[in-house]
């Protein structure tokens, strides 16, 4: 199968990220021909520093290395590197009905979120993604739950494509994880944990020992004192033991029998040691790679030169059928 996802190089990398995205994409790669991206100019829809644009696409380059991705078997490249997603975005769009992009859930919630930095670009962004996925004829993206509106969208313009121009898309099946695919903020765990929200409310990959401890500890938690999973009277301590589960493989249903009789202090100094324990690579590999930035370069590199080859080659079927010379 062909897998395409990516990630947005807007900050650190989050705990939500890594469990509804990235954890599938290192059992996916194995078996499939996957294309994994950092997602630059999706990045820039939203306010963003451009000297720390740089920094932010090594990090999350360093990130995908240390969460197991092998650049020798999966394509690691840089969005804005190869130019054809802008192009074949742009081609998109003439056929993009202005209605669908309104009604996206993302568009609704970044504008009001942003309301001074409402740009075409962000309204246009399910476009640019749909390129992203089409460009390297996916069948599957494993992406969070968030996104599935997105890959729905892409899927009406592969069809609508074909059906104007001829078959040239396959039409792209998400993959959303059943448990993971939406980790709650620490703070609030009625809304997604976010990059852009406050950072109390996310472990991010490279948070320190005390930091995530500190984190855990204070994360809101419901009334009562049972360790129970139920996520609709317990949505707090319900995400935690979701994170819990996933870190150690553990069903919620063992947890509640290990942690039964014990209170919520008890159970989350315990998760605490399992997010540091298995965050450690993450920080052990990131202070390697912080003093390796040609070699993550050179990294981005081969993948440009492979990312390239394929999308090129759709571009040029693209224009054909589209009567561009
Ligand atoms: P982004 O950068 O917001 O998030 C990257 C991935 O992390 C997932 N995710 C979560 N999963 C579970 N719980 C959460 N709290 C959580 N927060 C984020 C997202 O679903 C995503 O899989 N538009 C995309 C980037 C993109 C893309 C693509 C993805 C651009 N082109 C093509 C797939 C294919 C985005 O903003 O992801």
Redesign the pocket.
Known sequence: MKI?????PSGNLHL??Y???MQQWIKLQNENDCVF?I?DL?AITTPYKPGELKKHILDTTAVYLAAGINPEKSVIFVQSQVKEHSELAWLLETITPMGELKRMTQFKEKSEQHKDYVNAGLLSYPVL?AA??LLYKTDS?P?????EQ?IEFTRMIAKKFNQKFGDTFKEPASMILKE????MSLTNPKK???KSDEPKSCIFLFDTPADITKKIMSAETDSGKEVIYNVTKKRGISNLLTIYSLLTGKTTADLEKEFKGKGYGDFKKSLAEVVVQYLEPFRRKQQEFATRESYLEEILKQGQSRAQIIAQATMQEVKQKMGLI
């Open positions: 395409f996802s990516g990630i947005r939500g990220n469990l509804g995205a991206c997602v999706h993604m992203d996925i993206v992406v969070g739950k968030d996104q997105h993971g695919a939406k980790i997604k944990m976010s």
